[in-house]
């Protein structure tokens, strides 16, 4: 047990903590060595690693000590790629994890060793002291690769962030024995692939000429942002605020082809529910041992989830359109892999009714006197009838296909004929 006069001065605790009590790490041989290992990722269709490449260690039961895997020792590692290869990758993990109340600061004091041992153990990952956490946290930490340990005083819940650069270093088998062995409750998990036969540019330009199939609201005022830089063009399909986001860009630093050319990187950020989603999925390859062999397809298949880019000129709906032969080249033959939220459950008609009596009641009846008023005088029926079918008209217009279900649903379609007909005037009915 440590000493509870420490606990007054946290700062000083985690300075003179012997944080190197645990055995010194075992470095990953890289088969390649030098600028071709290749930390952290895994390409889409080999379950072995390119030739050249870093070679993966064997999936480790969880009782093993996180040092016997630990992370290779070059932080400023470059991957090169070859042209037409795709490389899949886990860029940022950030979560949550719980110790017990009663025993606080051993159990800050295991959680930072844990992921001091993971990082390379004593020698390679120092340990040192912030002026303050991260993401509201009181106290923090950094260590390799810009990892941050947060606590406050007096509660359980201990944050870990490992950002892109430890993520490489510590591989994706790592990474994933890390979180399972802290019980990790995921806030933001990014997944990214390497390789892209297409530009920013290309992306952007399909985008804004409606080749897009996507759940991302087209009309928002964030849904979408360019920036370019003399470092390279970014496109950012989804607003900041979203629980799912996509960036393609180009990746000059990290990432660069054998003629020196910098890669296209396609990267997805998930964050609060999607992120214990993908998480799970993670979790799920990790223990069937198929991490190396499907981390690719499950990657593009997250891709294709949020957006598809199609050549909307030859079918009714972007969502029956044809793929784009780069966006197909791609994707390729990955399935598309859906993530879910308490939001997408879809609302029933009792749902609607009591939300619209709740917070639209009192606003339909102004508008229904002011309009019937224009009309001809809100105490004439011909013209509250008139005002009610104009904003019937205009409800029409704006259905979604997930309100035409509900709808359907009803049994609208046989008892309101003529109301469907009305419908599938405004847009096609499915």
Not at 79 to 101: H, M, N, P, R, Y
Not at 164 to 183: E, H, M, N, S, Y
Not at 196 to 225: H, I, M, Q, Y
Not at 239 to 259: F, G, H, I, W
């Amino acid at each position: 047990m440590h000493d509870s006069s420490t606990v007054n001065n946290t700062f000083t605790v985690i300075e003179n903590h012997n944080l190197s009590m645990l055995p010194e790490s075992q470095s990953r041989d890289a088969s390649g060595g030098g600028s071709d290992a290749r930390p952290g990722a895994y390409g889409v269709a080999a379950a072995s690693p390119v030739e050249g490449g870093q070679s993966h260690p064997p999936m480790f039961p969880l009782d093993t000590p996180l040092e016997s895997c630990a992370a290779s020792d070059n932080a400023k590692n470059q991957v090169w790629l070859a042209k037409g290869e795709l490389l899949a990758s886990v860029d940022t993990l950030t979560f949550t994890t719980f110790i017990s109340a009663l025993a606080w600061l051993d159990g800050i004091y295991g959680v930072i060793d844990t992921v001091k041992s993971a990082l390379g153990g004593a020698k390679q990952a120092a340990v040192t002291s912030e002026a303050r956490g991260i993401n509201g946290y009181k106290y923090g930490v950094s260590m390799r690769g810009g990892v941050r340990v947060s606590w406050s005083p007096g509660r359980a819940d201990v944050s870990v962030h490992v950002p892109g650069v430890a993520c490489q270093l510590l591989g994706v088998d790592t990474l994933l024995a890390l979180g399972i062995g802290l019980d990790a409750r995921p806030s933001r998990v990014d997944v990214a692939m390497d390789g892209c036969a297409f530009s920013p540019g290309a992306a952007s330009r399909a985008w804004l000429r409606g080749d897009a199939s996507s759940k991302v609201n087209r009309d928002g005022a964030k849904s979408t942002e360019w920036i370019s830089s003399p470092s390279g063009d970014t496109f950012y399909l989804g607003s900041p605020s979203s629980d799912r986001r996509s960036r393609c860009y180009t990746k000059v630093d990290e990432r660069v082809y054998e003629d020196g050319s910098p890669v296209v990187r396609w990267e997805m950020q998930y964050r609060h529910d999607r992120a214990r989603e993908v998480w799970a999925l993670l979790v799920g390859l990790y223990l069937d041992g198929s991490i190396a062999d499907d981390l690719g397809s499950l990657t593009l298949g997250l891709i294709d989830d949020h957006v598809r880019f199609v050549n909307a000129a030859k079918a009714p709906s972007v969502d029956e359109a044809p793929l784009l032969q780069w966006w197909a080249r791609f994707i390729g033959s990955a399935e598309r892999v859906k993530t879910w939220t308490p939001r997408d459950t879809e609302p029933s008609i009792d749902a609607h009714i009591e939300w619209f009596e709740n917070n639209m009641a009192r606003s339909y009846y102004i508008y229904e006197r002011f309009k019937a008023s224009r009309l001809g005088g809100h105490t004439d029926a011909s013209s509250v009838i008139r005002a009610r079918e104009e904003l019937r008209s205009i409800g029409m217009q704006k259905l979604r296909p997930i309100d035409k279900r509900l709808l359907r649903s009803c049994g609208m379609d046989s008892v309101h004929v003529l109301e469907i007909r009305e419908l599938t005037e405004v847009g096609s009915w499915g």
